[in-house]
């Protein structure tokens, strides 16, 4: 079995699609996969993403393979082979007002004409599965919850005096609230200053720290307050340490396809409070502290409990890891060549 894989998104930085590509990957290898044979296909020069999908990948598609795998949401338009398609989440669909472009968004045309043509869908959880049924119109049997991981080897409660030192190259002092991903109305980093402004009021040395790079315009980064950090993008080696280290992890977003700075807080033995959208409700209920998702004050509310209450702090930060290794590649590699064999036999 020959499986053609996009490898474009791992050119990129450690977005939320490159994690999950890299560790699909990794996971395949890792079982070693006898019978398969996979060729990631990657643009020599820089290319836009549609032209890439559409042009490039469009011909790849005719090289003799049994399945071809895209893991950004569409596939080409008249694709020579079967392919899979990586639907994260369709948020563009429901929540145009999120993302640039809104309405005019080419994803709110490509990702249903897409999902339609792919001999399969490949989504992370059932409640995304759902919605791409509903909003692209694909029966729910072409579409195959597969999961995601994380990698153990990577993310894991790290040593105190290695986090410590991480910590004082990056100039973080304890006591710090955390907050990791792009930064953007949708992932509710207006929220996260809110919450961790009231909380100041009883701890007047918190910080708030936040890692990720601007996407979108938040107006309460405009003229930030002094107690916010803003690191930028961190090397994968400093998060555990900051993960760890903070008095609580902070996951406000409005909606989430899957949320993989969640996923690795909690390998790493964080105290993570997270929005209750559906996807932390499916993922993560059991090691974190849920809120309404939109609501600043049930935020700092839920807030005031992990950080004042020591039990419930040592009881989230004990349940992470347990929950965390549930989350293995190997199970999402397995998932897809399931899927691939399937294919391959038609």
Known sequence: MRVGVDGKPLLSARAGVARYLEGLLGG?????????????????????????????????TGRGYDAFHFPFYYPPLAPRCPVTVAVHDVLALEHPEWFRHGRANPLRLLIPA????????LVGSPSVAEAVSERCRVPMARIHVTG???DHARFAPPPEDAAAGVLARLGVTRPYLLQVGSLE??????LALAGCASLRERHPGLQL????????????????????????????????????GAAAVLAPSRGE?????????????????????AVHREHFARAVALFASGDA?????????????????????????????????????RRHLQVWRTLGRR
Request: hydrophobic letters at 50%; one cysteine or more; proline letters at 7%.
């Open 148 to 150: 995601y991981g994380v």
């Open 297 to 333: 004050e049930a935020l700092a509310a839920a807030l005031t409990r992990v950080v004042e209450d020591a039990e419930v702090c040592r009881a989230l930060r004990s349940a992470g890891p347990a929950l965390a290794d549930r989350f293995s590649w190997a199970e999402v590699a």
């Open 28 to 60: 395949c290898a890792g079982l070693g996969t006898p019978g398969a044979e996979f060729d990631v296909v990657k643009p020599g020069r820089p290319r836009g993403t549609l032209r890439w999908v559409m042009w490039d990948l469009q011909r790849a």
């Open 185 to 190: 109305p949708r992932r509710g980093t207006d």
């Open 257 to 277: 396809g899957f949320d993989f700075p969640v996923l690795e807080a909690l390998a790493c033995g964080g105290a993570v409070v997270a929005s209750d959208i």
């Open 114 to 121: 897409g999902a339609r043509r792919a001999a399969a869908v």
């Open 209 to 244: 720290v936040l890692v990720g790079e601007v996407r979108a315009d938040v107006p309460a980064l405009r003229e930030p307050p002094s107690w916010v950090r803003r690191l930028g993008r961190v090397a994968d080696a400093a998060l555990p340490a900051l993960y760890a």
